[in-house]
């Protein structure tokens, strides 16, 4: 018996679904006039079942696209194939801070030529935003609304009509989808319907891109943070106290200490290898800041074609090769303190970029239209005049005045030989425990040598000459090649009295044990003879080669308190 079914208060009979022949059953009896009803169901089975191929192609296609031109892309490309619809865009709202909406749009001029583009309109007494806020469709006839920049954008291109669905998706509101037509009665109210389902599915695609793009931008900046924890371990040593006992030095120092606990830009001058990265970890040190990462760049390092995107950021696909988003030294130092080295070779195209985001304090990566506000301490650092490459406009002026707030001329070596002996110590004592040696003396004629040397290259050639010497050391005395030394015809000037040979303390070699009661022994020993001074140059950390901190925390767990000496 055949089943009976109501359709449209009669009773039809269903036609049995077998054989794969239950089409032509049903064209035939359509055609015989059994049952003119059945002209209607067939018609709205095709519409449910065309809908339901349209929601799969476009739900597939969105979903296999993360990047937002892609995914508008194909988009566009499903909504013309069936609706016939021109112009297709998303419009992405990146949060309630997000000052503009990035919008990339699609469509066509003519049959085949198709043409895709990205703008910004800004969110305030915007459509957009209105969308968003109510959270309902809206369809819009353009000849009527000519003050919103979208709309009057989409009316010059000849359009007539447009239909904004606001995306959502967990009670969040990731964009808008835009449609535009050019006939001013195509969107129905059953393609709005179809439109709207379409509208949630794009909502789930969109919310699910923005998380990946999230999540390759926490990854990034995971792969930096830990490119700069790498960089700080490396250079940790560079954060002990400095090593000094001129005068020149010691004013120096107390321009870094006025500084240091302000916000201001610092321009450090001084000739190569004086040491200005030492003294920019100095002031971050001091500062309030020093909890959060100081962040350094060489901006002779980098070639010029990829300092502005390693500086300020850029966005994914903003020029060949880049294939995901990647956060600048900005970005990467929030919070901390910036270090420019070598800020007299950027190339004059990047320095009013720079300039704008020092006086605004808000950075747009490399292809990207979104504003990301920053807090920076800036210091930077040149070996070269930058007045003198000012008036050679090799230089922009603006950008020194503001760079120029606070300046500190770092002295070279030859201006300080005093400082010779205690640096060549020091090196001597630190790069012997590195190589696991024992030097307990520098001779008198290599102390005068290296004080009579002019140090073209300043310190960082001193700390050459030493580790050259160690490598060459068999003995319990540091074998200074002096022939190494090309003196000048007129020697520098030397310190007054002509040092003699300096007496290292034992070096702690950390390869043999050491018991509790030899190592407290030492201590007590060192802090006697530096009257209960810890840091410093003249503290019983420099003494026994072990750095400040290292030096605290032995004595603490060893009971030993400087009062009690």
């Known amino acids: 018996m055949n089943d009976v ?25 359509i055609n015989s ?15 449910e079942r065309d809908e339901y191929r349209i929601l799969v ?11 937002r ?12 194939r069936y609706f016939a619809i021109p112009c297709v865009s998303l419009a992405f709202f990146d949060g309630e801070s997000a000052e503009a909406f990035p919008v990339t749009a699609c469509g066509w001029q ?4 198709y043409v895709c583009q990205q703008r910004t309109y800004p969110v305030s007494q915007s459509i957009l935003k209105n969308v968003l806020d109510s959270s309902q469709p809206q369809a819009v006839a353009l000849n009527e609304n000519l003050n919103d920049p979208l709309l009057k954008d989409l009316y010059s291109a000849g359009m007539q009509a447009t239909l904004l669905l606001p995306l959502t998706f967990n009670a969040h509101s990731p964009g808008v989808f835009i449609l535009a037509h050019t006939d001013a009665s195509a969107f129905t109210p059953a393609v ?13 695609a969109v919310d699910n891109a923005n998380a990946w793009n999230e999540i390759t931008r926490l990854k990034d900046s995971l792969k930096q943070e830990n490119i700069w924890l790498t960089e700080q371990l490396q250079n940790a040593e560079s954060l002990n106290d400095i090593i000094f006992q001129s005068a020149a030095m010691k004013n120096l120092l107390r321009q870094v200490e006025m500084v240091a606990m302000s916000d201001s830009t610092v321009l450090l001058l001084g000739e190569t290898g004086t040491g200005k990265e030492l ?11 020093t909890q959060n990462p100081l962040v350094k760049m060489n901006c002779a390092a980098i070639p010029a074609s990829l300092l502005e995107s390693d500086l300020f950021g850029h966005e994914k696909g903003a020029f060949t090769g880049a294939t995901s988003s990647h956060i600048g030294r900005f970005e990467m130092a929030d919070g901390g303190t910036l270090f420019l080295d070598e800020i007299g070779d950027m190339p004059l195209e990047l320095q009013p970029k720079l300039l704008r985001v020092l006086q605004e304090r808000e950075v747009e990566r490399l292809g990207g239209s979104r504003v990301i506000p920053v807090n920076v301490r800036m210091i930077a650092a040149t070996n070269r005049d930058l007045h003198e490459m000012v008036q050679e406009r090799e230089f922009r002026s603006d950008l020194f005045y503001r760079l120029n707030v606070f300046p500190i001329v770092i002295p070279p070596l030859r201006e300080r030989p005093e400082d010779i002996p205690l640096l060549a110590t020091w090196f001597t004592q630190k790069l012997a425990a590195r ?4 030097i307990d003396t520098i001779p008198a004629a290599s102390l005068q040598a290296l004080c009579q040397y002019p140090w073209p290259g300043n310190v960082r050639e001193l700390q050459n000459v030493i580790e050259r010497a160690v490598i060459l050391t068999q003995g319990n005395t540091l074998n200074l090649q002096l022939g190494d030394l090309k003196m000048p015809a007129a020697p520098a000037q030397t310190p007054r009295a002509q040092p003699a040979a300096i007496k290292l303390p034992p070096m702690f070699n950390p390869q043999t044990p050491e018991t509790d009661e030899g190592e407290r022994e030492r201590i007590i020993q060192a802090l006697r003879e530096t009257n209960g001074i810890v840091a410093g140059p003249k503290g019983a950390a420099q003494k026994l080669g072990l750095k400040r901190t290292t030096l605290l925390s032995r004595m603490q767990r060893l009971g030993i308190n400087t009062r009690d000496l």
């Open 192 to 204: 709005c319907s179809l439109l709207g389902q379409i509208a949630s599915r794009i909502s789930i």
């Open 435 to 438: 190589m696991n040696k024992t």
């Open 69 to 80: 031109e892609g995914m508008v892309s194909a988009i566009a490309a499903d909504i013309h």
């Open 33 to 47: 006039g059994v049952e003119p009803d059945l002209l209607e169901f067939f018609h709205h089975l095709k519409e």
């Open 279 to 289: 003294i920019a970890r100095a002031i971050h040190k001091l500062s309030q800041r």
């Open 110 to 113: 003519g049959e085949n030529q």
């Open 57 to 67: 192609d476009i739900t597939n296609s969105v979903l296999a696209h993360l990047d």
């Open 5 to 29: 079914k109501k359709l449209s208060g009669k009773k039809i009979r269903t036609i049995p679904i077998s054989n794969g022949e239950w089409n032509n059953q049903l064209i035939a009896m």
